[in-house]
């Protein structure tokens, strides 16, 4: 059965290869990424090779440790557990619990991800000073590549299980958003004193990861190269009693979610109840587009996933920004219009046959691209003032703030109109997923060239807008202020202008823009 | 579970809203507040399997505080074509799904045979084959691959499951088909295609939901011929539809569920009481005529 499913998971992913153009791109740039991931870890290991032996095992304990915390976390918050092989899919056939666990968790390890891993974990071989220290790498190579995918696995299918509830998703949403913000900015502390480790510092790090189950195979390593045999192998041990409780209770919850369905009824969605005052100004249209939206925003859990899925957008523009230490610093709440307007990267993929309706029912895309795209903007408008307000309490400058929302406009403005006709030309149509984590391969690489892409593209047209404040900045906290209409209608005017190239688009070749749509 | 099949003690054709026998299945659903209906009694029964090819006894779904079946109790026997009418929302896919081991019931047990379904959903789901209405495929497998894969999984000898799979592609038609990606099927296609994986393990029972929605007449035949040779093997098939005149053409025995509960069951001419199936159909759930005189703005005036 393992080999049954191992062969399913090869075939999907050579197929995937006969799919669109950008299912070939996602698959190639993952292999491209992960092969450049193998020979950053030849040079690593290479390096380390020419430290002392004591400090080569500090480092596989704490690489280790936090290479397991990141296949657990990193998948929560950019939604990209590989979901190719869909249990959903084979839910009608009779499988034994043994069957389910092995098949796919030996499919889950098929992949470009885990192979990556496994090659980065076994490389460390070369650091092995016997014969047996080296086969007792490999061995903890796979029980550690096993700890990472059940772990990822198991995370994702709590996290499908405890946000099937739209308050449940609203408060999980807020949690990690806050999380994404401060751990954006305060990744510092974190980061910092890595580029200047000490042994002592390293042995302190050792002592705690050393307790996380990567740890435990990174200790083993440790215990390997010091000739406790009997330690090294308890902690083999260890690890595997980890995948095989971790995999029962995962595939427990796996179960729950494949025999259920999401929550109905109850805390229902309302238009009018999330509707802002402001809408009540917006011509008809795109109110009812508005509305719709919010409401869709609300209900289907996978757009919750795409919104969190954008989160470490913050982390990766948070970090570098927060290394200044200015008062103007506060302008940079701005980067928010950036994650913004990602959102707008797949207008239609979530609801593709609403889109077949508004062609047919109304006489132009114009007020469904406006509402569309103004629900997001409503989504994070207050997290910028938020992410302001934080940068004020913490660097001080609340001359800026004005200043920090309206470049939040321009950078909206800027990314949206690059996103919202991507978001035409290439809608990415979402399937109903058990596990909402749960993807094809590649996907999310395919969802992170969008984000470089937007990152760079939206960076180009916001450049005018951010000179402008910057040389206000340069002048006076209080020219800010004055600059800031001139950066928001300028945000504005992007944001018109995609919409518009969006609806052109549309227009110009509906049949095309409808077939893309189809999964 | 382990089960000893006992000796039959269902009537051959029992049907009713009333729990002859119930229980809560592993890890069933918390019921929530608002309307509940009320629990079938446990009782020893339970644990004998009835001598129908399915049995559904007091089965229970709600949907937060909808109930969307309502202590169904259904028997249906070996070597019938059974038919499960009612109107949109009546609960018939929901039902479906419960026996199937699809979804899991609030209350109530399924037998397939002489395996309950949520004890022993290995030995259940060995014997059934399973059309679902939102049918799930693997979009990157060509129609040949995902019979193999599903033949392989089921445990089927490979050239078992290659000769059945071309048998199974040549009578559905998608000889031709069979080399493309099934994310380039049609919708009859794909029906044909879900069709195939559903009998390739030759199974006791068949359950088809919505078998003939948005096909083609041309695949309809087919699906018809190849359910009407299935039958005469012996087989049971159970389906859905709301097209009444294939349920009256194909079925020796129906089924009407309204509003989550069984309203009539037996032999077409029990339930149709010499009337056509539509006309005992709408009779049956009480539905009344629209009046159509609400839509007169739909009338163009004749200047």
């Not at chain 1, 059940?150 to 996290?159: E, I, L, P, R």
């Not at chain 2, 025995?253 to 509003?259: L, Q």
Request: charge should be neutral; glycine fraction near 10%.
């Amino acid at each position: 059965m393992v080999a049954t499913f191992a062969r399913l998971k090869l075939k999907l992913l050579r197929n995937s290869v006969r799919g669109k153009p950008q299912d070939v791109v996602s698959l190639l740039l993952a292999m491209f990424m992960g092969v450049g991931l193998v020979f950053g870890t030849v040079a690593a290991v290479v390096y380390l090779r020419t430290q002392a032996p004591e400090l080569v095992g500090l480092w596989v304990i704490n690489l280790f440790a936090l290479l397991s915390v990141v296949w657990l976390i990193f998948p929560m918050l950019a939604g990209s557990t590989d979901g190719t092989v869909d249990p959903a899919k084979l839910a009608h056939l009779p499988l034994t619990d043994w069957n389910w666990i092995t098949g796919l968790l030996t499919a889950a390890m098929v992949g470009v991800a885990p192979i990556a891993t496994l090659l980065f974990l076994i490389l460390w071989v070369v650091t092995a000073q016997t014969i047996g220290q080296g086969l007792y790498l490999l061995a903890s190579s796979m029980v550690l590549l096993a700890i990472c995918v059940v772990s990822a696995q198991a995370g994702t299918a709590f996290m499908s299980g405890l946000v099937r509830g739209r308050k449940t998703r609203d408060i999980a949403g807020a949690l990690l958003a806050m999380f994404a913000v401060s751990f954006g900015f305060g990744f510092q502390f974190v980061v910092d004193p890595l580029f200047d480790l000490t042994e002592a510092q390293l042995g302190l790090g050792a002592r705690w990861f050393r307790w996380l189950p990567g740890g435990w195979i990174g200790q083993g390593v440790a215990w390997s190269r010091d000739g406790d045999w009997i330690k090294a192998g308890g902690a083999l041990v260890a690890g595997v009693g980890y995948v095989a409780v971790v995999s029962m209770v995962w595939w427990r919850q796996l179960q729950t979610l494949l025999t259920s369905t999401e929550e109905r009824g109850g805390n229902g969605a309302k238009s009018d109840r999330f509707m802002p005052p402001v809408g009540e100004l917006l011509p008809l249209d795109i109110r009812t587009s508005l509305a719709r939206s919010l409401k869709e925003i609300r209900r289907d859990p996978r757009i919750w996933t795409t919104v969190v899925g954008q989160l470490p957008l913050i982390i990766i523009l948070g970090f570098p920004i927060s290394q200044w230490d200015n008062e103007r610093l506060v302008l940079f709440s701005g980067m928010i219009g950036f994650y913004g307007g990602m959102l707008t990267a797949n207008l239609f993929g979530v609801d593709s046959r609403s889109a077949w309706i508004d062609l047919s029912a109304a006489p132009s895309m114009r007020p469904i691209l406006w509402g569309k795209s103004l629900a997001y903007a409503l989504l994070v408008g207050p997290l910028g003032i938020v992410m302001a307000l934080v940068l004020v309490l913490w660097k001080g400058g609340a001359v800026y703030m004005v200043g920090g929302i309206a470049l939040t406009v321009a950078g909206f403005g800027a990314v949206a109109h690059v996103m919202i006709p991507t978001s035409v030309i290439h809608p990415i149509p979402l399937l109903e997923e058990t596990n909402l984590f749960g993807g094809q391969a590649g996907g999310s690489v395919s969802a992170g060239i969008r984000v470089l892409i937007a990152i760079f593209l939206g960076s180009l047209y916001v450049a005018p807008a951010a000179g402008l404040m910057a040389g206000a900045a340069w002048l006076s906290p209080w020219a800010t202020i004055a600059a800031s209409p001139v950066v928001a209608v300028w945000g504005w005017l992007l944001w018109t202008r995609g919409i518009d190239k969006a609806e052109n688009r549309i227009h110009t070749d509906q049949s095309k823009f409808l077939a893309a749509l189809t999964p | 579970m382990e089960s000893t099949p006992t000796p039959p003690r269902t009537p051959d054709t029992a049907a009713s809203t009333s729990a002859s026998s119930a229980h809560r299945p592993g890890g069933g659903g918390r019921p929530p507040d608002g309307p509940q209906p009320s629990r079938p009694k446990q009782t020893d029964a339970a644990v004998q399997p009835p001598s129908s090819a399915i049995s559904a006894l007091g089965l229970t779904k709600l949907f937060g505080r909808t109930i969307a079946v309502d202590k169904l109790t259904l028997h249906v026997p070996h070597g019938s074509f059974f038919g499960l009418v009612g109107p949109n929302g009546a609960g018939k896919s929901t039902t479906i799904s419960m026996i199937t081991g699809l979804l899991r019931p609030d209350a109530g047990e399924v037998w397939i045979g002489a395996n309950e379904t949520w004890s022993d959903p290995v030995a259940a789901k060995q014997q059934i084959g399973v059309l679902p209405e939102n049918l799930r495929l693997f979009e990157r497998l060509t129609g040949a691959e995902m019979l193999q894969y599903i033949g392989q999984i089921r445990g089927l000898k490979t050239e078992v499951v290659l000769s059945r799979r071309d048998d199974l592609l040549e009578t559905l038609g998608l000889q031709d088909a069979g080399g493309k990606l099934i994310t380039d099927y049609s919708t009859g296609m794909r029906k044909k295609i879900g069709l195939a994986a559903a009998l390739l393990h030759a199974p006791q029972v068949l359950f088809l939901d919505e078998p003939f929605e948005s096909v083609d007449p041309v695949s309809v035949r087919t699906i018809r011929t190849v359910l009407e040779r299935f039958t005469e093997s012996g087989a049971t098939i159970v389906f859905s539809s709301h097209v009444m005149a294939i349920v009256e053409d194909l079925c020796d025995r129906v089924a009407v569920m309204n509003a989550g509960k069984l309203v009539s069951s037996g032999t077409l001419a029990d339930v149709t009481q010499g009337q056509r199936l539509e006309d005992a159909f709408i009779e049956l759930i009480g539905a009344e005529e629209t009046d159509a005189g609400s839509l007169s703005w739909l009338q163009r005036s004749p200047d």
